[in-house]
C-alpha cells in the first residue's frame, strides 16, 4: 500500500505543478455554478441539490476522460513510463495509485461546491441525507468515468486519442439512463442496470443500496483490472 500512496502522492502533486488541475476546477465551477444559480434563478428556489446534481453527471462524463488521459498516454510519448515501470512496483500498485490520485482531484474539485450547500439552505431546512447521498453518489460515479478513462489512457500514447475513446464509453454509460423510456420493456432492466445515471439518482435520494455500489465499485475493479492487463502486457512487446 505505502507503493500505491507514493504514486498517488507523486501524480496528484503533478496535477497542481500543471496547470490542468487548476483549469478542471476553475472551468468545472464556472459551468456548474452558472448552470446551478440559472435554474435556482429560472425555478422555484427550493432547499434541495437537485440543480448541481442534475448537472454534474453530464460535466463529469465529459471531463473525467479529460482528466485522465495523460495518465499513461503522455508518459508513453515521453518514455517516462519504461523508467517508471523499471522501478520495483507492480502493475496493479502503478495503475490504483493514478487513479486514486484522479479520485483525489475530483474530491477537492467537490469540496469547492460545498458553498453551495449553505445557499441552498438559505431558502428553508435542506434535508442532510439526500445531500450527503448525492456527493457519494457523484464522487462514485466520478470514479467510475475516471476508471474508464485511465482505461483507455493505457491503450495508447495519444492524449486526445485516448480523450475521445474514454468519452465514447462514458457517454454511452451515461446515455442508457436516457434510454430507458424509449426502449423496449424487454431490455428496460438491462438498461437499466448498465446506466449510470439511475444508479446515482437512487444513490442522491439518500438510500444507500448495496446493489447501486457494486454497480460502482465492479465497474471500476473491472476497468482498473483491464488497465493492469494491458500495462503488463506492455512489458512482453
Not at 126 to 154: E, F, H, N, Q, R
Not at 211 to 220: E, G, P, V
Request: aromatic share 16%.
Amino acid at each position: 500500500m505505502r507503493n500505491t500512496m507514493t504514486i498517488a502522492r507523486r501524480e496528484f502533486a503533478a496535477y497542481f505543478n500543471s496547470p490542468i488541475a487548476y483549469i478542471f476546477i476553475v472551468v468545472f465551477l464556472l459551468i456548474s455554478g452558472y448552470m446551478f444559480f440559472t435554474e435556482i434563478t429560472i425555478g422555484s428556489p427550493q432547499a434541495d441539490m437537485r440543480p448541481l446534481f442534475g448537472l454534474a453527471p453530464l460535466i463529469f462524463c465529459i471531463f473525467g476522460p479529460l482528466v485522465t488521459m495523460g495518465l499513461f498516454a503522455e508518459e508513453k510519448a515521453t518514455g517516462t513510463l519504461e523508467m517508471l515501470l523499471a522501478l520495483p512496483l507492480t502493475d496493479w500498485q502503478v495503475v490504483f495509485g493514478k487513479f486514486l490520485a484522479a479520485v483525489g482531484l475530483i474530491a477537492v474539485t467537490l469540496a469547492f461546491t460545498l458553498p453551495y450547500v449553505f445557499f441552498v439552505s438559505a431558502y428553508g431546512n435542506l434535508d442532510k441525507g439526500p445531500v450527503i447521498g448525492g456527493y457519494l453518489g457523484l464522487l462514485l460515479m466520478a470514479a467510475g468515468y475516471l476508471s474508464v478513462g485511465l482505461m483507455t489512457s493505457v491503450w495508447t500514447k495519444n492524449q486526445v486519442v485516448s480523450a475521445v475513446i474514454g468519452f465514447l464509453f462514458c457517454f454511452a454509460l451515461f446515455l442508457f439512463g436516457k434510454l430507458l423510456q424509449v426502449v423496449p420493456p424487454s431490455l428496460a432492466p438491462i438498461i437499466q442496470a448498465l446506466s449510470f445515471d439511475y444508479h446515482f439518482q437512487s444513490i442522491a435520494k439518500g438510500v444507500i443500496d448495496t446493489r447501486d455500489l457494486l454497480y460502482y465499485f465492479s465497474l471500476i475493479g473491472i476497468c482498473l483490472l483491464i488497465a493492469q492487463t494491458s500495462l503488463e502486457s506492455r512489458r512482453w512487446r
